[in-house]
Structure formats: C-alpha cells, structure tokens
C-alpha cells in the first residue's frame, strides 16, 4: 500500500468543526480462512447512504455497548488484564472491547467465537438465529445470551491487531479496536445485516486491486490491514504475529476534488 491515498471529496466536509468531535470507542475484526487459493477475509460493503462509511467495504464491527462490560460474561482465554495492557485502558474497558468484538462478529456475520466450555466451539449458529436479532435490537445482551445458553465467550479466538483513529476532520469519529480471528470449523459467515448491501470472502490482494480499479471503496484502515494479513499468506501466520498496538490516526489533506490520506 502507498504511504498515502485519496478518496472522493464529498466524503469530508468542506469546512471541518471548529472542535474535532469525541471519537467514540468501536471494535472491528477481520474474520479470515484459508482458502483454495490462499488466504481471505471476510468484507462486507455497506449500504451506500449510511451516515459513516456509506458504500465502503469494511470487516465487520461497530460501537462498544455500555452492557458489554457485564462481568458475568463466561469468560475463557487472555484475561481482560492482558488485553488491557495491549490497548493501554483499564480493565472494564478492555473487557467491554472483547465482548463487543464478539457481539458485532455474531450480529453482522453469524460467527460467533463463543462454545460450551473453554475448549470447544459452536459449529452452527443457526439454532440462535432469533437471540442474534434481538441482539441487534438491543433486546437482549451478551452476557444474558451466552448465559441462557450455557456458552463461554473464547477470548482465545481472538488477537489484537491494531488501533485506528478517524481523523479529525470527520464529523463522526470512532476509535477503533481491531482483532483478528480465524473462521470456526463448522461455521459459515452469511453477512445478514441490514447494514450491509452485501458480503464475500475475497483474497486480500484481489481486495485491493478492486479498489484500485474503482470496484471497490475501502478505509484507510482496512486498505492497511488488508494489506498487512495479505503479506502474511496464511490463518495460522497471522494469529501468531506478534502485534504493538499503536494509535494510528490519518491526516486528511484536500486536493482539488479528492481527500489525500497521509499516514504519519
């Protein structure tokens, strides 16, 4: 990926607010497998319209719930103190960030990193097809989900990845949390979401190339991360990597009709 890239015009306010808005804390993870040609990931582009990131291809993920911090979670895997030192907060917070990576994963895609005890995983998500609504809805929480069907939340299934920022010229601003995580064996990733338009597993190279070539938009942030896996080759070489979690936030520069990315 270049040290920079830019995007439409329209997508940025001409005038930025006097005060850069409070980003608000969010989680994405990149759900991948190994396929016949190598390795992919799992995007979905969303619905051209929407108030953030309108037509972008994105992984899935969203805003951290306050109830994702509820410590009755069945928890197994990296305690929240280990995930509170990779992203530097606190303990309740880092534990509402691992919640909501695996809240989001079952809510956009249907994975769910979560099974009845610490060493095995739900093989078909389909029997709570009802609870993963009512969790969009925000009728039920995790916590009262994995606890009515007797399931641990596998925070071993997940790695840290990095930290992005949105800029500061953006009206809506999120600082997000990325994880990775490998596809369960049994399960499917469907994208059945209202949010999306639709959903594929594609090879991170071919990913890119379609943005390239005006088949696709991606953040700055999955464009990176896309590239980052990509290098990599595989599952198991990603999930071994060893990560620093950095801030990562793009400076927006305009030039003429398009946004030029620079990444410091």
């Known amino acids: 990926m270049p040290d920079d890239m830019t995007l439409p015009g329209n997508l940025v306010p001409t005038t930025p607010s006097a005060e850069p808005a409070t980003p608000r804390d969010a989680v994405t ?5 190994d396929g016949d040609e190598g390795l992919e990931a799992f995007l979905l582009r969303r619905v051209k319209g929407m108030a953030f990131a309108g037509g972008m291809s994105v992984f899935p993920g969203g805003g951290v719930d306050r ?21 530097n907060v ?33 093989a078909d998500t389909s029997r709570y097809s009802q609870a993963r609504q009512q969790l969009v809805d925000r009728e039920l929480s995790l916590a009262r989900f994995l606890t009515d069907n007797n399931l641990v939340l596998r925070a071993d299934l997940l790695r840290p990845w990095a930290n992005w920022v949105t800029p500061e ?14 596809l369960p064996q049994g399960q499917n990733a469907d994208g059945e979401t209202t ?33 980052e896996v990509g290098a990599l080759g595989s599952v ?8 620093s979690v950095e801030k990562i936030i793009p400076k927006l520069i305009r030039d003429g009709d398009v946004i030029r990315v620079v990444f410091q």
């Open 195 to 227: 949010e999306a338009s639709d959903a594929a597993w594609q090879r991170p190279e071919n990913a890119i190339e379609d943005a390239q070539q005006g088949r696709r938009m991606l953040m700055p942030p999955t464009w990176r991360t896309l590239d």
């Open 90 to 122: 606190d303990e309740a917070t880092a534990r509402a960030f691992v919640c909501a990576a695996v809240r989001e994963t079952f809510e956009e895609s249907g994975v769910l990193l979560a099974g009845p005890d610490a060493t095995s995983v739900v």
């Open 67 to 87: 109830r994702d911090a509820d410590t009755s979670v069945a928890w197994t895997g990296p305690e929240p103190k280990w995930w509170a030192e990779v992203f």
């Open 29 to 33: 993870v990149v759900l991948l497998r």
């Open 169 to 182: 010229d953006e009206p809506r601003r999120y600082d997000t949390r990325f994880f990775v995580a490998a």
């Open 236 to 243: 198991g070489k990603v999930m071994a990597e060893e990560r």
